[in-house]
């Protein structure tokens, strides 16, 4: 099934054919419907494309996880949601915004997954070392 803690390794794709990458992520997603399904199709394909961009320039396989969660983030919210578009996109400029403001507090080049940047709240009065403790506390209730 599908791995959200993605403890297997992201499919590589840097160097396959569309048809074959599309295929590998959907295995690794366990999107099963996209040969008859358009729209999961559609997500593949813009996601093949973007983590392919990433192989190529070597971005590290836990940002490359980040973006699936974030794209993913991104896409329950329109699928899911009552939310506008306005507020949608809103609502993922703070979050974009608060993972930023979270990576240049703590000086890391690692990409915040949404869930932990909606676990953290208000960024904006946290310092580094307290950001530090709400790391290390999310990750010892995610295990």
């Not at 559609?42 to 996880?65: F, H, P, S, Y």
């Not at 506008?84 to 997954?113: C, H, W």
């Amino acid at each position: 099934g599908y791995d959200p803690e993605f403890k297997s390794e992201i499919p590589i794709i840097k160097k396959t054919c569309p048809h074959i990458s599309i295929r590998r992520l959907a295995k690794f997603l366990n999107v099963n419907d996209y040969k008859s399904n358009y729209i999961s199709f559609w997500m593949l394909d813009v996601l093949c494309l973007a983590l392919q961009r990433c192989q190529l320039r070597g971005v590290t396989e836990k940002n490359q996880k980040a973006l699936i969660l974030w794209f993913t983030y991104v896409w329950k919210s329109i699928q899911f949601t009552t939310s506008t578009r306005f507020e949608i996109f809103d609502d993922l400029d703070m979050m974009l915004v608060k993972a930023g403001q979270y990576m240049e507090k703590i000086e890391t080049n690692l990409i915040p997954s949404p869930g932990f940047v909606k676990f953290l709240g208000n960024i904006d009065v946290l310092n580094a070392s307290e950001l530090l403790h709400l790391t290390a506390i999310y990750c010892k209730n995610k295990n």
